[in-house]
């Protein structure tokens, strides 16, 4: 199982949220390209880099320090955020990103997840966000009338090889996994005729929830708030998954 560190960009800054709100952001570090160097020396298999600003208004806003983050590190980069058009998707592949997520397209406009499929096949994945078991859309600021379960069957439709679920209200808090929602889909993802891999974010911040999620299932594990904090050691962290 992979410890994904997050590195979430507003501003050009690396920042946390608190449940997805933007009223409630706590500055971490003024370079995310440092940040990504230092989780790559600590040993991270890999990094999950999401622009909150695209997130919010739908087009890429930090592309050109996530492009500095991806030539700084040899550790696989994974970019969310305001990634809806076939364009941006292919912007970033070329700039040498590992993979790139879809979310908002992967509710809103499909076409272009079928698209960047069809050109990029496993270096896609989709961020399944929930409210309340329902999807939410633009930068969490939206909630569709989707279920996540319903959402995930659509994509396995697709061929969606893999997805990350996050549970919005645990996003931030340290609080703990949602584990009964992360088992839900989890089961759902693999029971699929072709089964599709889960990656667990939010709310991750002790051992003990790193080896649950081991025992679910899940592909690996995106972690922020706590790393940042220094609630959660991230060589521990790397150990117990």
Known sequence: MEIIPAIDIRDGRCVRLDQGDYARETVFADDPVEVAKRWEALGAPRIHVVDLDGAKDGVPRNEAIIWRVIEAVSTPVQVGGGNRTL????????????????????VKD???????????????????????GM???????????????????????????????????????????????????VEHALGLDVPMRVIASGGVSEIEHIQRLKLIGVEGVIIGKALYTGALDLSDALSAA
């Open 135 to 185: 999807v939410a859309t633009d930068g969490w600021l939206e909630t569709s009338s989707t279920s996540a379960v319903d959402l995930i069957a659509q994509l396995a439709l697709l061929n969606v090889p893999r997805i990350f679920y996050t549970d919005i209200s645990r996003d931030g808090m340290l609080g703990g996994p949602n584990f009964p929602a992360i088992q839900q889909v």
């Open 87 to 106: 364009d941006v998707v292919d912007s970033y592949i070329k700039a040498g990103a590992d993979r790139v997520a879809l979310g908002t397209a992967a």
């Open 110 to 132: 499909q076409s272009v997840l079928v698209n960047a499929l069809a050109l990029f096949g496993d270096r896609i994945l989709v961020g399944v966000d929930a409210r309340d």
